[in-house]
């Protein structure tokens, strides 16, 4: 089954509200996907079937009547199960928290629900979001439609093998460090990180036994996972506006999200294009083929394509010890000390860490830097471009390659392009580029200048039409 059976997403919910078809129907058959191939493939670790029959026989029942609905009515999606939803089971990937059913939803998930979007249930993530590929402790690991025997990326990894898959025809991820771009670039998506505060970010995951465990509150952004830019753009135009519950959230109004979407000419865009930032490790067909994409740029598009750096210190171990100062590690090491032995290998390695407030200041400073050197860069530059990751999907199991390019390099090595967005909160999207020999999905990351979502849409829009001459080819589902 391939991933473009679903028309698009303002296409569905147009043809509900106009009683074209029922929300009913479209429930029905996702859920017919997912009895088919959810057994492999293990995107969903909570589904709703029932309940999201009954929603979408409400929503049904209110068109009947007249009455108004919202633009994304009746089209099914998956909720990352980092994302709290009232009353469905919210694990986080954590033995810890395997019963755990939140009070209240985040408030991406409401105004879903007010769209008239239906949950089709949780997707599974890695624990907590500690790690960029699909593996807990708590559920089965999450497959690659592309290829079952590779992981799909994470941490968004269930959300991002449900709509590849065509399960859904999107999903909500969250993003610390790049956990909606890397599993869209590994399965052939588009992937979305807004701009800091433009999706409100609450309440996040909480428990009175571990408060606060996953805050990452300066570095967290939620986003969509979808099959093009103009979905992304469909449900950005619902998820995005302030929240008085979320003090990071920002005022609309100045991005037209539908606007920013429709093919237009970004001719003369002045773009910056590094490959490996001066210092990663990059695969060299992922290379070529995001050169490639590149080129197209400036050949097909007519942007104006410079080879930069932005020139920020080469990071050693301060992108984790920055997400380990926003981390509960008073309640964290309480769970280990509970759940220790059930705990995923490397978040243990993380709590057990002696780290001291000198790891901390000095990560914070190399934030800084970050922040600063990518504000003189982007001055003279629209968007920055890169691969989203260093190396397509690898093999599951491990948390990545150990050597790229012949280098010898940390098992987190292939993550280094997306968590600079992350540090400066600028807007970041992974967007198809390629295919390598072998099958296997390339993403491209294009970066904009602070609040400058309207610019990397409208990129990403553009750069879709070379992506499709390239005749990407489906999933093997």
């Given amino acids: 089954m391939s991933s473009d059976q679903w028309p698009a997403v303002s296409a569905i919910a147009d043809a509900v509200g106009r009683g074209e ?5 479209l429930v029905e058959e996702s859920i017919r996907r997912l009895e088919a191939l959810d057994g492999e493939l293990h995107a969903f670790c909570t589904p709703t079937p029932e309940l999201a029959l009954e929603q979408a026989a409400a929503l049904d029942v209110a ?37 755990f059913v939140p009070d209240e939803d985040d408030v991406v998930v ?20 500690y790690s960029a590929t699909g593996e807990n402790p708590l559920f089965p690991t999450t497959r690659n439609p592309w290829n079952l025997d590779l992981t799909p990326g994470g941490s968004s990894a269930g959300s991002a093998a449900a709509v590849a898959a065509g399960i859904v025809p999107f999903a909500l991820g969250s993003d610390g460090g790049g956990s909606i771009r890397i599993p869209a670039s590994f399965t ?13 970010v609450y309440p996040g995951c909480r428990d009175e036994r571990y408060p606060g465990v996953s805050g990452w509150e300066s570095v967290e952004h939620i986003g969509p996972i979808c099959r093009t830019v103009a979905d992304v753009g469909a449900v950005m135009s619902v998820l995005a506006g302030p929240d008085s519950r979320d003090r990071h959230s920002i005022p609309a109004g100045d991005v037209d999200w539908l606007a920013a979407v429709q093919p237009s000419s970004v001719k003369g865009l002045r773009v910056a294009y590094s490959s490996d930032f001066g210092y990663l490790p990059v695969d060299p067909e992922v ?23 932005p020139g920020w210190p080469e990071p050693g171990n301060e992108f984790t010890a920055l997400i380990m100062s926003e981390t509960d590690l008073v309640g964290m090491r309480k769970m280990l000390g509970e759940f220790g032995d059930q ?17 901390f200041t000095q ?20 968007v920055l471009v890169t691969p989203t990751a260093s190396v397509a999907a690898f093999p599951v199991g491990i948390q990545g390659p150990e050597v790229i390019d012949g280098r010898q390099v940390a098992d987190s090595a292939w993550q280094g392009f997306t968590y600079p967005a992350n540090l400066t909160g600028q807007p970041a999207i992974s967007v198809p580029a390629g295919v390598t020999g072998d099958g296997r999905p390339v993403g491209m990351q294009v970066v904009g200048r602070h609040l400058g979502d309207g610019a990397v849409l409208r990129l990403g829009s553009g750069i879709q039409v070379p992506a499709k001459a390239r005749r990407l080819r489906g999933p093997s589902l």
């Fill in 21 to 25: 078809t029922s929300a009913v129907s």
């Fill in 63 to 99: 068109i009947a009547r007249g009455e108004p609905v919202g633009p994304l009515a009746g089209v099914p999606y998956g909720v990352k199960d980092l994302i709290s939803t009232k009353g469905v089971r919210t694990t986080s990937g954590s033995v810890a928290y395997r019963d």
């Fill in 110 to 129: 409401e105004r879903c629900k007010a769209a008239g979007a239906i949950s089709l249930g949780k997707t599974n993530a890695s624990e907590f979001g």
């Fill in 188 to 200: 052939g998506l588009v992937g979305f990180k807004p701009s800091m505060g433009r999706v409100p």
């Fill in 287 to 309: 290379r070529e083929i995001v050169g490639r994409a590149v080129a197209s740029l400036q050949d097909d598009l007519g942007c104006h394509v410079t080879e930069a750096h």
């Fill in 343 to 359: 705990m995923s290998p490397h978040l243990v390695r993380m709590l057990e860490t002696e780290w001291t407030a000198e790891d």
């Fill in 363 to 382: 990560a914070n400073m190399w934030r800084k830097s970050v922040v600063n050197r990518m504000a003189r860069f982007m001055t003279d530059y629209d």
